[in-house]
């Protein structure tokens, strides 16, 4: 069964820094993985989507990366801002299933 | 497109009511998902479709819950009778590579 985790479970910057969110993953058979953002009380929000064959995927000051031998990705978030503040969450596709982790919760302080 | 679209918002009913959530996926998106979102538990699959045929139904908690899709455009989620456990946010996602989430139907039972 495929599980997925994701460390730390919250985090807490000052503005400008630059952040790793880390995303490990049970079975490496996956389809791709995507990661999201979630603002408290919304819906989520597709950030990036990495294909099983990709290695890195990049927007604006994001940029995921994959892993799969290793089942791991990692999202990187480049010169923090207070509007980074908000859960983040990977998700991979197993078989059909689209599978989540527990997410990190970011908070960026002026 | 609009996006996922659900209906209601919100809603609060009292035990022992039937509860109905719908869905309106994206045009053209041929994998439909039903999640419960709550603080102990996270992100919970309940069900998932493929061209509007459940592929699986594992997650679904109970034979209180029931979810049909007559089309691809319209799912709804079903809960007879509902109980104060069935409280939290349920979210319908929508995919055809990259996974799209409506706002959340946030359900209150009392």
């Known amino acids: 069964k495929q599980e997925v985790t994701q460390i730390p479970a919250a985090l807490s910057v000052p503005e400008g820094e630059n952040l790793v969110l880390n995303c490990s993953f049970t079975d490496s058979a996956i389809y791709n993985l995507q990661w999201f953002r979630q603002d408290p009380g919304k819906g989520l929000t597709s950030l990036l989507l990495?294909?099983?064959?990709?290695r890195e995927q990049t927007s604006g000051r994001l940029n995921a990366s994959l892993d799969k031998s290793s089942g791991r990705s990692t999202l990187y978030i480049a010169a923090s801002q207070p509007g980074d503040s908000a859960t983040y969450l990977c998700a991979v596709t197993d078989t059909d299933k689209l599978i989540f982790g527990t997410g990190t919760r970011l908070q960026v302080f002026p | 497109d609009a996006g996922v679209i659900q209906s209601p918002r919100h809603e609060v009913t009292e035990m022992g009511q039937e509860v109905t959530l719908r869905c309106k996926p994206i045009s053209g998106h041929n994998s439909l998902f039903w999640y419960r979102q709550t603080m102990m538990r996270g992100l919970e699959l309940l069900i998932y479709f493929n061209n509007n045929v459940p592929i699986d139904d594992s997650g679904m908690p109970e034979d209180r819950f029931s979810a049909k899709m007559p089309n691809a455009s319209f799912s709804t989620l079903k809960i007879q009778p509902s109980e104060p456990r069935d409280s939290a946010v349920y979210f319908c996602a929508s995919r055809e590579t990259r996974a799209f989430f409506g706002q959340g139907t946030r359900l209150t039972v009392v």
């Open positions: 990495i294909q099983s064959s990709q």
